[in-house]
Structure formats: structure tokens, C-alpha cells
């Protein structure tokens, strides 16, 4: 559905993608995980265009992202939603009237089916109680919650997802990997999740790739991914105590 053709990007004297080929699969959900800076996002923008790569191309569904021209390009980002790191809600609208303006832009939905399509959407997330809050008075996980109604109100085929669970307490960041799960079951949409937590990602990963100096150095099922015997792999499992206990397992933290 998604394939990198040896695409390198450069900022400054600094390459962040170098030479990558990637493939991801209609129906997957495809979880992107790494340090800070090595790219994880700038993969993720060069699915849509908001990057442009120096060399390769990317392709959605068969078609050159890099090399559509205006209208061609509509129509692939037609096909996406995208939820943004903050939800990127505006402040002064509902929640509801956030959801519902993807659609008062982008179609000629009647007001009848704009408010019956954003309820449905917004009962799948567990929001329709709170439509018409603004986004100042809802949690971070909520505000999150709206942000993935809002994203996925079109129908989309496949949905990006910027740290999703960032800045969010454990609890509610097991509730977005649970949606994302029901996103990808109910819905059968393609995801591509960019992230830090290492315990999201085998959650809700049918495969998890690690990003490292420009490339994608292991792609695997989250068991084999947890198998791996790259040492990068390892650190980063190590980091998150998920292969190696912590210090409290030998008498506490000194």
C-alpha cells in the first residue's frame, strides 16, 4: 500500500533518511520507534507530501507522492487521516464542530449527515457524551480521543499516527492503543504509528520497525522484534524494561 524506493533526505549536512526502502501492507498496523531525531516523523510527513525526499520516490497505492501534481495529490491525501502529537484541536470549537469540519471543507454532506456521521464516529472513541465540551475542558487522553474522531471522520484508508500516546499517564495511554486496535479491527484501515513507547508499540504493531542513523535496520513481528539480536534493538528494549529488569528487582534503586 506505502512503499519508500530508496528515498534519502537531507537537512543541512545531516542525512536523516539515507537510501530507505520500506513497504508497508494494506491493513497493518506498522509502528515506527527510535530515539528522538533520527527520523521516525520525517518518515511519516513523506507519506503525504509534507516532505519532499532529495532522491527516491514514495509511492501510495501504486501512485509517486513525490512527483503528483496538485490534483493527483488531493486525492492520495484524501485517502489519509492523521492524528497529530497535541490533537491539534481548534480551541474556540467543540468538540463536535471540530470533528465535523473535515467535512463541511472536503464534502456536500447535508447537516444531517455531518451530524450523524460525526456521532458515530465520536460514540467509536466513547466522546458522544462530551460533543459539545470545548477542548480546554477535556484530559489530554480525551482531547486525544476527539483528535482520532476527527481523523478518521472521512473514512479514510489509512490513518497516521504522530505520538499518540505522548504526555499521556499509562492508563489512558492503553486506552488510544486499544482504539487504535479497534480503528484497525472494526474499520480495517491501514496505520502507520510513529512512537517512543516501546510497550505501545508491541501492543498495537502487527510489525514494529527500528529506525537507526538514516535507516530501518529491523522490521518484525513484535515477538521476533523482542528476539532481535541487533544491539540497537536491545538497548532500546533495555531502556524501556521490557527485556531487563530494573534496579528495584535487585533490592531497589540505589
Known amino acids: 500500500m506505502?512503499?519508500?524506493?530508496?528515498?534519502?533526505?537531507?537537512?543541512?549536512?545531516?542525512?536523516?533518511?539515507?537510501?530507505?526502502?520500506?513497504?508497508?501492507?494494506k491493513g497493518e498496523t506498522f509502528v515506527i520507534v527510535g530515539p528522538s531525531g533520527v527520523g521516525k516523523s520525517v518518515t511519516l510527513k513523506h507519506m503525504i507530501r509534507l516532505l519532499t525526499p532529495d532522491a527516491g520516490r514514495v509511492l501510495v497505492e501504486g501512485v509517486c507522492v513525490n512527483e503528483a501534481d496538485d490534483a493527483t495529490l488531493i486525492e492520495i491525501r484524501d485517502r489519509f487521516g492523521v492524528l497529530f502529537q497535541n490533537a491539534a484541536l481548534l480551541a474556540w470549537l467543540t468538540v463536535f464542530e471540530n470533528v465535523a469540519l473535515p467535512l463541511r471543507e472536503r464534502t456536500a454532506l447535508s447537516d444531517s449527515e455531518i451530524e450523524q456521521r460525526v456521532m458515530e464516529c465520536l460514540a467509536l472513541v466513547g466522546l458522544d457524551a462530551h460533543a459539545e465540551k470545548y477542548p480546554d475542558e477535556l484530559s489530554g487522553g480525551m482531547r486525544k480521543r476527539a483528535g482520532l474522531a476527527r481523523a478518521i471522520v472521512r473514512q479514510p484508508a489509512i490513518i497516521l499516527y504522530d505520538e499518540p500516546t505522548s504526555g499521556l499517564d499509562p492508563v489512558s495511554s492503553r486506552a488510544i492503543d486499544r482504539l487504535i486496535n479497534?480503528?484497525?479491527?472494526?474499520?480495517?484501515?491501514?496505520?502507520?504509528?510513529?512512537?517512543?513507547?516501546?510497550?505501545?508499540?508491541?501492543?498495537i504493531g502487527t510489525r514494529i520497525a527500528l529506525i537507526h542513523a538514516g535507516r530501518f535496520i529491523e522490521i518484525a513481528e513484535p515477538d521476533q522484534f523482542l528476539r532481535s539480536d541487533r544491539p540497537q534493538v536491545q538497548e532500546f528494549l533495555e531502556a524501556q524494561y521490557i527485556t531487563k529488569p530494573g534496579p528495584w528487582s535487585q533490592g531497589g534503586v540505589p
Not at 506505502?2 to 501492507?25: M, N, S, Y
Open 182 to 203: 479497534d480503528m484497525r479491527a472494526r474499520l480495517g484501515v491501514t496505520s502507520v504509528v510513529v512512537t517512543h513507547d516501546m510497550h505501545s508499540a508491541l501492543g
Open 2 to 25: 506505502i512503499r519508500f524506493e530508496q528515498v534519502t533526505k537531507r537537512f543541512g549536512a545531516q542525512t536523516v533518511l539515507d537510501r530507505v526502502d520500506l513497504e508497508i501492507r
